[in-house]
């Protein structure tokens, strides 16, 4: 295999529980995405970057997009990790949707995206998240209930409560694309 990295950011936790599964299951090194020099980059065949998902943007993303010219010849996964359930097609397309926006045609055509479930702890969030949240639960509280999904009405269930949806298990894909690589 590749000389490959796992870099993460993780504001919450639960991107960085994933990123350290990941590394784990590869035995390969682990980066937190804020100590990254763009010269570090260049030591690895493969990175894997991992972010938490905020109102349609990627935890630290742009340590990619302003280093997709030295990015060109790497192997490049993405793993985004939100409350989003990534088994639901529509959550899936918005997130890709998010990221064609963000990413760099360079960066889109060559890199492999996976989407993770992460977690949600109501007492940790930073004020700016609570009122985002606060503001879904509205939205989602003001629609006719037999038309809200699965995952609406579990958010109105457990507002406010501590939800993990994190699963080694999910993680299973990633290492095999990067294995094969």
């Not at 020099?37 to 905020?54: S, W």
């Not at 097609?89 to 990221?99: G, M, P």
């Not at 958010?155 to 094969?180: C, E, K, M």
């Amino acid at each position: 295999m590749k000389k490959t990295v796992v870099i993460y950011c993780s504001k919450y936790g639960a991107t960085k529980q994933y990123a350290r599964w990941i590394a784990a299951a590869l035995s390969c090194d682990l980066l937190e995405q804020h100590t990254v020099r763009p010269d570090d980059l260049d030591r690895y065949d493969t990175i894997i970057y991992g972010g938490g998902l905020y109102a349609g943007g990627v935890s630290g993303i742009k340590l990619l997009t302003k280093n997709a010219d030295r990015l060109q010849q790497k192997n490049l996964l993405l793993f985004t990790c939100g409350i989003a359930d990534p088994k639901d097609e529509d959550n899936v397309k918005h997130i890709r949707q998010a990221l064609n926006k963000i990413l760099p045609l360079q960066l889109q055509n060559r890199i492999q995206l996976f989407h993770l479930r992460g977690s949600i702890d109501y007492k940790r969030l930073g004020l700016v998240h609570r009122m985002m949240m606060a503001m879904l639960r509205k939205m989602i509280a003001k629609k006719d209930p037999t038309t809200l999904r699965e995952e609406d009405r579990q958010l109105l269930a457990t507002y406010g409560q501590t939800i993990d949806f994190t699963d080694q298990s999910s993680i299973q894909p990633i290492v095999d694309a990067a294995r094969n690589l």
